[in-house]
């Protein structure tokens, strides 16, 4: 079933909602009156304001979080989205706030991620209302003020003992259906060293974030290079550089790791004693490898493919030598089994566990409800086979359980989130809420 018609009336009112709530500047910030700042509660206030409008029940959870909801029944589907956004950063043609119009696209700051698809919801969920169709779940449209610096609006809606869907998505990754979304880990390991070694590393702290590639990496040693150094690798005085290529920590095989180049190449130059182990392990056990084959942790399944390993850090403080990884596991491999590995094979280099952060994998089976839900709409609503992705990146619906991502970005579409001039072009947008709709409509009927 579809609900087109009741869609295109709406369109013009979708649209001008949207860019109400585009013009008010959501970016998260700690420490204020609200939970994550002004802008974030003034889209709340926004969107509850707009379902008590469309005839919605609407709640505020403590001011992390909201939703809207319709229809009755003992259990609840739901639509999982964010208003809040990341910084508007530079070399913007348009308004980042402005939400102008120009040929087709509506420009701002969330246009796409993630107020765009929200704003569809609602209208979304407008349609089936006025369609009067009968229900037996009730729909709720539950959306987040912070999933750009954390999702601590749904882990506190988690957290409270809110009511949870039995099934739902969230239009915050791309079409057709994300059902797998590996694991991932962040660790920092550290090894203190002799502080009386002549041949030493003297200052060192490369490297962006865990989960990037370094491009370029710096060492200043103790004593001059005199050796010859391998390809990339360049040396004045003391200093000692690598050059690398970029890459997002969850597909390091696309980059070169400066880091570990510098490493490999400092592994030559006869550092003394504990300093010589610990550069070692690291260029021999690390180095440029991506699979972890090495620290034997090496680990690949059917579904979601190889483990993949990013050394993203490195840092000298004092007498300890620190590294940090990014790992993104197949989703069938369990954690505790392959971490434990890591750890001990870590130790064996006199690297101890100074911290970790894990983010659990997603896997919705392909026969599940859910996803033969969204397959049969999704072929329905645009002649196209349902494909089901698999990804290393972390999606919203890690925030919340019965969750998968499902949209906005079709395939072949531009990816213009978190990038200057970010628009949303308003036939896919209308696309979006027609998709969205016949979605809701076929988990609540």
């Not at 962040?186 to 590639?213: E, M």
């Not at 030598?321 to 505790?336: A, E, G, K």
Request: proline letters at 5%; one cysteine or more; hydrophobic letters at 40%.
């Amino acid at each position: 079933m579809n609900f087109n018609r009741e869609l295109d009336a709406l369109e013009s009112e979708l649209i001008a909602s949207l860019q109400e709530l585009i013009r008010i500047k959501s970016v998260g910030e700690d420490g204020g009156e609200h939970p994550f700042g002004d802008g974030p509660h003034a889209c709340l206030e926004a969107c509850l304001a707009l379902g008590e409008k469309l005839g919605f029940r609407t709640a505020s959870v403590d001011d992390m979080a909201g939703y809207v909801e319709y229809g009755s029944g003992e259990e609840m589907i739901a639509v999982l989205g964010h208003v809040d956004v990341v910084p508007e950063g530079d070399g913007w043609n348009y308004p980042p706030y402005g939400a102008v119009i120009d040929n087709g696209r509506m420009y701002g700051r969330g246009t796409v991620d993630d107020k765009g698809p929200t704003i569809a919801a609602f209208y979304a969920l407008k349609a089936i209302k006025d369609a009067g169709v009968p229900l037996s779940r009730r729909i709720r449209i539950i959306f987040g003020l912070d999933e750009e610096k954390g999702s601590r609006c749904i882990k506190h809606y988690v957290a409270k003992g809110e009511e949870l869907p039995v099934m739902g998505f969230t239009p915050d990754g791309e079409y057709p259906i994300i059902y797998a979304e590996k694991g991932i880990v962040n660790a920092t390991f550290a090894r203190k060293l002799s502080a009386d070694a002549k041949r030493r590393i003297a200052s060192f702290n490369a490297g962006i974030a865990s989960n990037v590639v370094p491009e370029f990496a710096k060492a200043e040693l103790s004593f001059e290079i005199e050796s010859e150094l391998p390809e990339k690798v360049t040396a004045e005085g003391k200093v000692l550089s690598a050059a690398g290529v970029n890459a997002h920590g969850s597909t390091p095989e696309l980059g070169e790791n400066a880091i570990g180049r510098l490493f490999i190449a400092m592994d030559k130059l006869g550092f003394d004693g504990d300093w010589g182990e610990a550069v070692k392990f690291i260029a021999e056990n690390i180095g440029m490898q991506t699979r972890g084959e090495s620290l034997g942790v090496a680990r690949r399944d059917d579904v979601s493919g190889d483990l993949t390993l990013n050394m993203g850090l490195a840092k000298l403080e004092g007498d300890t030598l620190s590294v940090s990884v990014n790992i993104r596991y197949p989703v069938t491999i369990d954690f505790d089994g392959f971490f434990k590995v890591l750890v001990s094979k870590m130790a064996e280099g006199g690297f101890e566990e100074v911290s970790h952060t894990h983010k659990k994998a997603l896997y919705m089976p392909p026969e599940t409800e859910l996803i033969r839900c969204l397959q049969k709409v999704y072929e329905e609503q645009t002649g196209e086979p349902a494909r089901l992705i698999s990804m290393g990146g972390g999606t919203y619906a890690k925030a919340m359980p019965n969750i998968v991502a499902f949209g906005p970005i079709f395939p072949g579409d531009e990816a213009v989130e978190h990038k200057p001039n970010e628009y949303v072009e308003l036939d896919k947008l209308m696309k979006n809420a027609k998709i969205i709709a016949a979605a809701m409509y076929e988990m609540a009927k």
